[in-house]
């Protein structure tokens, strides 16, 4: 079993939608959670970071942590063509506090 | 947020050549450096930890005597890829930590393909 999982996609809504991007993970220690937008070729670039479980909005972005369910989720509101990426969850925690584990990326498309 | 640099943005290689990446923290020091390598369509995957001025640890299943990995100073780690064959061909990642910094900061990528 993968240590993070998440729907690779590809996930496509009209402009204006609200997006749900998901990711699941099967390590308890887990305390610190972040999403990634990584354009095509680029590197990716942080969006929300989150310790522990809650809510935390920053914009249109939403991050929520539900540690009882191992369950971290990303809205987006007013989704806008500029936000088609690929959405990358990631986690950090445990024994090694520095060592990023990722979950595989989810394309999102954003039809104008 | 921090900026991180990497150098070149694509290289084009021939089997057995070797190549060198380098990776740049330009607004702060970084005492900790990552080299992550990544798939198309798949996630990073992390292949060292380099922190300033010792030996670097890979991670399992990746050849250090392949991938050699500098970091030099707290500013600028290398990545040199050995006697490249096609299969190495990826997209490698640098990120970088230090004090004052509340996460990695992730480079632009590096494109690698072996001919």
């Known amino acids: 079993q993968k240590e993070v999982e998440q729907d690779p996609g590809p996930l496509s809504v009209p402009e204006g939608a609200i997006v749900s991007l998901n990711c699941t993970y099967s390590?308890?220690?887990?305390?610190?959670f972040m999403w990634y937008r990584q354009y095509s070729r680029k590197g990716p670039e942080l969006l929300m970071y989150?310790?522990?479980?809650g809510n935390k909005e920053d914009g249109r972005f939403t991050a929520q942590v539900d540690k009882s369910s191992k369950y971290i989720s990303l809205f987006i509101r007013d989704s806008q063509p500029s936000d088609s990426a690929t959405y990358l969850c990631a986690m950090i925690g445990g024994s090694s506090a520095s060592k990023i584990i990722f979950g595989s990326g989810t394309r999102l498309s954003i039809r104008p | 947020g921090a900026v991180v640099s990497q150098h070149p943005s694509r290289v084009i290689c021939k089997s057995g050549t070797s190549v060198k990446i380098e990776c740049r923290s330009l607004?702060?020091?970084?005492?900790?450096m990552f080299w992550y390598r990544q798939f198309p369509k798949k996630s990073l995957m992390l292949m060292a930890t380099s922190n300033e001025g010792s030996k670097a640890t890979y991670e399992q299943g990746v050849e250090k005597d392949k991938f050699l990995i500098n970091h030099a100073s707290l500013t600028l780690s290398t990545l040199t890829v050995t006697s490249a064959h096609p299969e190495d061909s990826s997209f490698y990642i640098c990120?970088?930590?230090?004090?004052?910094?509340?996460?990695?900061?992730f480079g632009p990528g590096t494109r690698l393909t072996v001919l």
């Open positions: 607004d702060f020091q970084a005492t900790t």
């Open positions: 990120s970088a930590e230090g004090q004052g910094i509340d996460t990695q900061y």
């Open positions: 989150t310790y522990s479980s």
């Open positions: 390590n308890s220690a887990f305390q610190y």
